[in-house]
């Protein structure tokens, strides 16, 4: 047995990095997940949550001893060895005090799997005649290392009888693996090797069908991640879809920038070193920089994003936004073979908030007819009976038609179709369209109110935001002239946000707003200052 003193020694050495970590490690699951910049400390976060729930939660067997089996897992062996394996072995050496006297208590390596067993006492509670009493308890802690690979995740999984589980770099993993290695959790050690005991401690669990008890047994994934990009199934489940995701048994912790007055790991990591990565990486705006040293999820190896104002922790909706029958509602589009439209109202605040969007299958082409048909079902459904305050479109969406022909353009089926006047924006000019939509990330109402909220449901556009819509990579690094967009899924929906923002404003304030950036409130421009005379042209 390894020499670990009485007590919980071993967890007590153990300073956490913070508020949010301290969170994690308590959570008893079922699926625990923490995310966060370089260097907070989540992944020794991870090791200490396994060690503490095997000390202080896990049930006490017949042989006096808590028998713990974890599973970590990681995409390839190279990776757990730079990463989970490392950290783990910084914190319980093989050989090291905590080591189990087994002569295998430490096997594997080098590309294959890793076994490490850990034996430690603790004071734990035991039943005994008139009630409960504290004695000295034998933790046993086997730690088993595996990598997928490219092995079939079914077959990777069947073999395993674990007690809980560890996903290092889980956005690198499948999507299906966290509820798969969830499955194989609560099978190690058997129920019939528990301390009878331990039901009326840990509590009942009752079959359903056969109204068998059994004890209700800890089950315990818990995972660490940097932000990937909004792609990746994380930001689904974080997200995108959080109530739905919470309600299948996720819990998703979020640690502070790196640079906030909140930082967690401060002793591990100062604040200088992340200033510096922040400006390695172009600034605060750079995707590196947002996700390792701002802990946001940010794009990877893409263009130069448009709308760098925008902040998915402010400008998205913490829950679906109502929309308010007494108000009118207006709408944004954009035409072509992808056609999109956003849909929203202004608050008497004037705060804008976008309440839905539609958008076209990138796998068919969408003609005016169909995509007038795909508005008229989201206005029957949300806003029937209320009045338009208006609608606008791209300029070129009225180009095309053969008028001596008869022809309709593009714009103006749609609008037939809907019964809704459509009006063409003053320009089609970029920067134009930029600024507008830029008024309502870079400013607030008040404190707490942003100009623009966007309702969750609006997952393209949300995406379009935070990384999708961005200059192509020839643009971004200047080597084309001018701002040239990428064109995807998520960009048709991003320019109808534009077309309403910049429709709404008209171009005279957003003129206005882009010649007062940046100067003072208590500045004026020459323009507006007239002197008094009484001078008279026609007197002299």
């Known amino acids: 047995m390894g020499q670990g003193s009485l007590g919980t020694q071993i967890i007590r050495r153990y300073q ?9 490690i308590l959570s008893m699951g079922p699926i625990d997940l923490i995310r966060g910049p370089w260097g907070s400390g989540k992944t020794v976060a991870s090791i200490f949550k396994m060690v503490r729930h095997s000390a202080v939660d896990f049930p006490i067997c017949r042989d006096g001893v808590v028998h713990v089996r974890w ?11 730079k990463t989970a394996l490392a ?20 096997s594997g390596g080098q590309d294959r799997p890793v076994n490490h067993i850990l034996e430690w006492d603790v004071l734990r509670k035991w039943r005994v005649a008139g009630g409960w009493e504290q004695r000295p308890t034998k933790i046993r802690m086997e730690m088993q290392f595996g990598a997928i690979g490219e092995q079939n995740l079914e077959s990777f999984f069947k073999g395993y009888e674990i007690s809980g589980g560890w996903l290092n770099e889980c956005d690198l993993i499948k999507a299906e693996v966290p509820g798969l290695l969830y499955g194989r959790t609560g099978r190690y050690p058997p129920e019939a090797e528990m301390m009878e005991w331990e039901m009326d401690r840990l509590g009942r669990r009752v079959d359903p069908e056969t109204g068998r008890e059994s004890i209700n047994v800890p089950r315990i994934v818990c995972g660490d991640f940097n932000p990937p990009d909004e792609t990746n199934w994380t930001y689904e489940r974080e997200i995108e879809k959080g109530e739905e995701w919470k309600a299948k048994g996720y819990n998703f ?11 967690e790991n401060r002793v591990g990591k100062a604040r200088h070193k992340y200033e510096e990565e922040e400006r390695t990486f172009g600034g605060p705006d750079a995707a590196d ?12 190896a893409r263009g130069v994003v448009i709308f760098q104002k925008f902040n998915i922790l402010k400008h998205r909706a913490a829950e679906s936004l109502p929309i308010v029958k007494e108000l009118p509602f207006y709408m944004g589009m954009d035409a072509g073979g992808r056609p999109a439209a956003v849909f929203g109202q202004f608050m008497p605040n004037g705060q804008r908030r976008v309440q839905r969007e ?7 082409v969408t003609g005016p007819q169909r995509f007038a048909e795909n508005i008229t079902e989201v206005l029957l459904r949300d806003y029937r009976g209320m009045r338009c305050g208006g609608a606008w479109a791209d300029p070129s969406s009225w180009f095309g038609a053969d008028k001596v022909r008869g022809e309709l353009a593009w714009v103006e ?4 179709a809907l019964q809704i006047p459509i009006m063409p924006t003053a320009t089609n000019d970029i920067g134009s369209r930029f600024e507008a939509v830029d008024y309502y990330f870079a400013g607030d109402i008040d404190a707490n109110t942003p100009r623009v909220l966007i309702d969750p449901i609006c997952k393209y556009l949300i995406r379009a935001y935070v990384s999708q819509y961005h200059q192509t990579k020839h643009a971004s690094e ?15 929906v991003a320019e109808a946000d534009q077309y309403w923002c910049y429709g709404y404003r008209g171009p005279t304030a957003v003129k206005k707003d882009a010649a007062n950036m940046g100067r003072p409130a208590n500045v004026v421009p020459i323009r507006s200052v007239t002197a008094r005379s009484d001078f008279d042209v026609f007197k002299t």
Not at 290 to 299: D, I
Not at 358 to 363: A, E, G, N, Y
Not at 413 to 416: A, H, K, N, Q
Not at 478 to 492: L, M, Q
């Open 16 to 24: 956490s990095p913070g508020p949010v970590a301290s969170r994690y």
């Open 71 to 81: 599973a970590a897992v990681r995409d390839t062996y190279r990776e757990m060895a």
């Open 87 to 106: 950290s783990w072995l910084e914190a319980f050496p093989k050989g090291g005090e905590f080591t189990a006297s087994d002569k295998d208590a430490w």
């Open 253 to 263: 912790f979020a640690q502070p920038s790196g640079l906030s007055p909140q930082a």
């Open 289 to 300: 920089a947002r996700r390792n040293v701002h802990g946001m999820y940010a794009p990877k």
């Open 358 to 364: 539609v958008v076209s299958s990138p796998d068919t």
């Open 413 to 416: 089926i749609v609008s037939m």
């Open 478 to 492: 200047a080597k084309t002239d001018g701002i040239v967009i990428e064109k995807n899924e998520y960009s048709h």
